[in-house]
């Protein structure tokens, strides 16, 4: 069982940043692949970025629309994954959830692929 709580959103300006936490318990958490996904209002819940667990050697995979703007990272001592997110758009607002996924080597932009969900934290970028 892992429990995930995100921290870190709020309000910016377009092209400020913001850097978001999601803080795991458990004493697995190199053994997750954790994603980063986020839902625009009326829409779908998407995929935002993803970074490997210890075994698949860190690996990183993001969406397009973030390629560039946003770096995923994580610190397994401290059981946390980041999300820095740099030259914000307004398009960029929306509630983001991290995600785990236990010992995923596959497809990692999948929602289905992840066994655990945080609660959401609203990221809003004005313009």
């Known amino acids: 069982q892992l429990q995930l709580v995100e921290s870190g959103g709020g309000l910016v300006q377009a092209g400020g940043s913001l850097r978001l936490s999601c803080a795991a318990s458990?004493?697995?958490?190199?053994?997750?692949?954790m994603g980063w996904f986020c839902q625009p209002p009326g829409k779908e819940r998407e995929f935002v970025a993803a970074?490997?667990?210890?075994?698949?050697?860190?690996?990183?995979s993001y969406a397009d629309s973030v390629k560039g703007r946003f770096t995923i990272s994580r610190d397994n001592a401290q059981n946390t994954v980041y999300l820095q997110m740099n030259s914000l758009k307004p398009e960029d607002t929306a509630v983001y959830y991290c995600?785990?996924?236990?010992?995923?080597?596959?497809?990692?932009?999948?929602?289905?692929?992840?066994?655990?969900w945080g609660q959401g934290t609203q990221v809003t970028v004005s313009s």
């Open positions: 970074i490997s667990w210890s075994g698949g050697g860190g690996r990183t």
């Open positions: 458990g004493r697995t958490f190199s053994s997750y692949t």
């Open positions: 995600a785990a996924a236990w010992r995923n080597n596959g497809i990692v932009t999948r929602r289905n692929n992840y066994d655990y």
